[in-house]
């Protein structure tokens, strides 16, 4: 949004800085862009580089490199059984940062339907389930967009929902649900007809569980975003990244109030020890729900059962 904003202002280069309230926040920015495409240079700076420019008549040069094309891929694996008219998508994306492994950032999702695919070999659904791991997210929803700009409308029509789950293990964190009803009326507006459906279906789960939920916007940060632009309904869960988790946040889940819920978000530093294994294996099993539900039955979405 900073970026989009300073270019319809008529800014020739963006540089961006965080606010250096913490000393996480006072290094240099790895960011995307997504889901903006910018047609101006944009590049990250630190605190210090951002105080330094502030004074007046400083003057600051900023060279980017030519665009490389490199080639990525989707991974997608769906079912040998199920209604191929009635397809259900979970997906997560396998990138992560040059500066970091992403190991949380999306080592955590793509693990979870990993495990969930492997267990729904030994299952006959009774509709089609397709499984994707999503190339080039980080670079701005690449492979998700390619996918979706690249089906027919009536391959379209065939998906009658997607699930999304990136970064479900972040440290400090949030058992988040996508905000499929704008019931928080926060940010974007509501998700395609349906998606008010997944996120009931998400909250059955954690209520069942005993574990609190909240609902979080639908950003277009990650890549849901194609599949809501085509119509598709959508939802998932989210456990933060650079947000700042609230002094009530932190009395319902625990964890450290002011820091970001994800302190190695897009660092070296998020490594397989900056997973929480309990968040993980919460929304892992969140996750087995979900899919598991609508393999058999997507009454709730689109009043079709399912055939044998």
């Not at 030519?66 to 989707?74: E, G, R, V, W």
């Not at 694996?77 to 949380?104: C, F, T, W, Y």
Request: charged fraction near 15%; hydrophobic fraction near 40%; include cysteine.
């Amino acid at each position: 949004m900073k970026a989009q904003n300073a270019q319809a202002a008529g800014a020739s280069a963006v540089i961006i800085f965080n606010q250096g309230d913490t000393p996480l926040r006072e290094g240099l920015i790895i960011g995307t862009l997504l889901p903006f495409i910018a047609g101006i240079p944009v590049v990250g700076g630190s605190f210090a580089d951002g105080v330094a420019l502030s004074q007046a008549g400083t003057q600051a040069r900023v060279k980017v490199d030519p665009a490389q094309n490199i080639i990525q891929y989707n991974v997608i694996a769906e079912s040998k059984d199920g209604d191929p008219n009635n397809v259900i998508m979970a997906g997560a994306h396998l990138d992560s940062v040059q500066r970091g492994p992403g190991i949380n950032d999306n080592g955590s999702g793509s693990a979870a339907i990993l495990e969930v695919a492997e267990q729904m070999a030994k299952v006959k659904p009774r509709n089609q389930v397709r499984f994707a791991w999503w190339g080039a997210e980080e670079a701005g929803l690449v492979g998700s967009t390619a996918y979706v700009n690249n089906l027919t409308q009536a391959e379209r029509d065939k998906i009658t929902l997607y699930l999304n789950f990136d970064m479900i293990g972040s440290p400090n964190h949030v058992f988040f649900i996508y905000d499929g009803d704008d019931s928080d009326l926060v940010g974007a507006g509501p998700g395609p007809d349906g998606s008010a459906q997944i996120e009931k279906t998400f909250e059955r789960f954690f209520t069942l569980a005993g574990v609190p939920f909240k609902g979080t916007d639908f950003s277009g940060r990650s890549d849901y975003g194609p599949f809501i632009e085509a119509g598709i309904p959508s939802g998932g869960l989210f456990t933060g990244a650079e947000g700042i988790k609230t002094a009530a946040e932190a009395l319902i889940w625990g964890g450290t109030a002011g820091q970001q819920y994800d302190a190695c978000y897009h660092l070296a530093c998020d490594t397989f020890s900056n997973n929480n294994d309990y968040a993980l294996s919460v929304n892992a099993d969140a996750v087995a729900y979900a899919v598991l539900q609508y393999a058999m039955s997507t009454i709730g979405i689109n009043g079709v059962r399912g055939q044998r």
